[in-house]
């Protein structure tokens, strides 16, 4: 009988208790999160769209006369300073004159050779 007259205090005391170890956020905290998720969510969308764009181009191969700098510099190990001078020497004859042109080092070259070309 006595347990039935203090169910109702134990009750209350679970309540307090529970609600007290229970950790409320702010709306900050939750905008923050938020803005971070979606930070992550457009930072592997990009990822998964630069992806596709190369798998989609790894076929072709690239004219060197009329690639656009963003073109030249997405082929592996290609800097700034090699895909300027690469329009800089334009026109080529042949893919292979980066190397006799001395425009870019026959290893370097070696890493592009299957995906570039020299039309005309």
């Not at 169910?7 to 209350?12: A, K, M, P, Y």
């Not at 596709?52 to 790894?58: F, H, K, L, M, N």
């Not at 072709?60 to 001078?85: C, F, H, I, M, Y």
């Not at 334009?90 to 026959?106: C, H, N």
Request: charged share 30%; net charge neutral.
């Amino acid at each position: 009988m006595d347990f039935l007259r203090y169910r109702h205090v134990f009750i209350c005391l679970l309540l307090a208790i529970l609600a007290g170890c229970t950790q409320q956020q702010s709306s900050q905290d939750l905008k923050e999160q938020t803005a971070q998720a979606t930070a992550d969510v457009k930072r592997d969308a990009n990822a998964i769209a630069a992806g596709i764009s190369e798998g989609w181009s790894r076929d072709k191969q690239l004219d060197l006369n009329t690639a656009t700098r963003d073109q030249l510099l997405s082929l592996p190990g290609v800097t700034a300073a090699e895909a300027d001078r690469m329009i800089a020497g334009r026109p080529y004859s042949e893919a292979g004159d980066l190397v006799t042109r001395r425009i870019m080092p026959k290893a370097e070259y070696d890493k592009i050779a299957d995906r570039v070309t020299a039309k005309k």
